[in-house]
């Protein structure tokens, strides 16, 4: 009885000594979250980095008293000052861009070896001995370094926890500092991918500036000469300057031919450069009005090929939502491409139809261009929207196309947000859909029809 008695308040003191041990490392925890989170906070608003890894600091500070918490990033094997509220300036001052090495201090040293540094008393620990005149003009006498890592591996830095006399960690004191280096670390390899990417974004912007006007400049630089030698060629080939014999005008014919081609090359990248800076804007478009102007620009080269070519426009598929420069691009390289690849005496078909569900205010409106050419073999069909396929010979049509028209057509219609829809087979030809919203209202109360320059050439 005496024993137990003798015993219960001795077990009693323990059991409250533990539970106030527990009590304080819980306090510490909630405080050390508490700071994280503030901080990640901040890095999700767009917060400085500064900022942020300060927020950290003083987080770990309130969390641990008399700590005197540090953090510094590594830059081309140099230290160079994060955030360290609670150290004097000076002591910052003299230790930004130190190198990083065996034996230069915890932190130096923890990012040189890649791995915790524990000092228990920087006066009498080798590490310290560059520098410890200095730690104790700041009234340090420990320090413990914990490496900050990315998610790659990359050593970004150190974190750092002072003390004004020397100390030994405990194992909660380890996990703390583990644990604020790991958040740290989050901070600092998003900042810095964030900066990368603008910096990347800026790079990219210029470059796709100077690109648009070399090639603008070249195009100008490079259509004189051409104009001028396809100009001379049929002024040759008309017998202007006399007559030509019938090798010499194959010679010449060819001279001509490749001109133009070459100025079809040209024009075509400068197109694609402008289309991968363009912006847009929303308005409705009119896509009968649209449609049949197109169709008339093209009336000539198909009265010449003696191609059947018929344009419908069904029942409320008159009006969509987009960008009528960019649509009006976007059709005409496809109808160039469909007149370009039929052989002559066959047909090429526009039909607009609207696909939308009509319990809806709006619906989906398709523009279908389908040929009668040669098509696209169905192993080759994914690279026709790739830029300059044609070099690669990866289509199976006949012409002498570089691959710039469905690639332009393509960007266009990712560009306006519509989709565009390819299907082709050997032999058969090949349907291009693309898909648009329809404006809202917008309709016909029925079907337009137009039958335009059929085979024989007549009206």
């Known amino acids: 009885m005496t024993n137990v008695d003798s015993a219960s308040p001795?077990?009693?003191?323990?059991?409250?000594?533990?539970?106030?041990?527990?009590?304080?490392?819980?306090?510490?925890?909630?405080?050390?979250l508490d700071g994280?989170?503030?901080?990640?906070r901040l890095l999700a608003r767009g917060g400085a980095l500064e900022q942020v890894l300060e927020t950290l600091v003083r987080g770990?500070?309130?969390?641990?008293?008399?700590v005197f918490a540090s953090i510094l990033l590594l830059d081309d094997g140099r230290l160079k000052h994060g955030a360290a509220p609670s150290l004097p300036t000076w002591y910052c001052e003299a230790i930004d861009g130190v190198q990083v090495g065996p034996a230069v201090g915890s932190c130096g040293t923890a990012v040189h070896l890649r791995q915790r540094v524990v000092v228990v008393d920087i006066q009498t620990d080798p590490l310290w001995y560059a520098y410890?005149?200095?730690a104790a003009r700041a009234g340090l006498r420990a320090c413990w370094s914990e490496p900050i890592f990315a998610s790659d591996g990359t050593c970004l830095g150190s974190f750092g926890m002072y003390y004004a006399s020397p100390r030994a960690p405990s194992q909660d004191d380890l996990d703390f500092i583990e644990n604020a280096a790991q958040v740290a670390g989050i901070a600092i390899e998003r900042r810095r991918?964030?900066?990368?990417?603008?910096?990347?974004?800026?790079?990219a912007e210029r470059a796709s500036q100077a690109k648009t006007a070399f090639l603008a400049h070249m195009s100008h630089e490079l259509r004189t000469p051409l104009n001028a030698i396809i100009g001379f060629a049929d002024i040759v080939d008309s017998g202007m300057f006399g007559a030509v014999g019938e090798r010499n005008q194959g010679y010449v014919r060819d001279i001509a031919a490749s001109g133009r081609h070459l100025l079809d090359i040209v024009a075509g990248l400068l197109e694609l450069s402008r289309v991968e800076g363009s912006a847009v804007t929303a308005e409705s478009v009119d896509l009968d009005a649209l449609t049949a102007d197109i169709a008339e620009n093209f009336a000539v080269r198909i009265e010449q090929k003696r191609l059947v070519f018929s344009r419908r426009i069904g029942p409320d598929a008159r009006w969509v939502v987009s960008d009528a420069g960019a649509l009006r691009q976007l059709l005409t390289n496809l109808l160039d491409n469909a007149v370009n690849y039929t052989p002559v005496g066959r047909a090429v078909e526009l039909e607009v139809v609207c696909s939308g569900?009509?319990?809806r205010d709006r619906g989906e409106i398709r523009v279908r261009i389908v040929d009668t050419g040669p098509g696209i073999d169905t192993s080759r069909l994914p690279h026709v929207r790739e830029a300059f396929h044609g070099c690669g010979e990866l289509t199976s049509r006949t012409g002498s196309g570089m691959g710039i028209g469905l690639a332009i057509a393509d960007r266009l219609a990712r560009m306006i947000g519509a989709t565009l829809d390819i299907e082709s087979r050997p032999d058969e030809g090949t349907c291009v859909t693309l898909r648009l919203p329809q404006a809202p209202g917008g309709g016909l109360t029925g079907p337009s029809v137009a039958m335009l320059w059929p085979s024989d050439g007549s009206c």
């Open 60 to 66: 770990a500070e309130a969390a641990a008293p008399g």
């Open 132 to 134: 410890r005149d200095l």
């Open 193 to 203: 991918s964030e900066t990368l990417l603008q910096e990347a974004m800026q790079r």
């Open 36 to 40: 994280q989170n503030r901080a990640l």
């Open 10 to 32: 001795h077990a009693s003191g323990s059991q409250v000594e533990h539970a106030g041990m527990q009590g304080h490392r819980q306090e510490a925890h909630d405080r050390l």
């Open 357 to 359: 569900d009509q319990d």
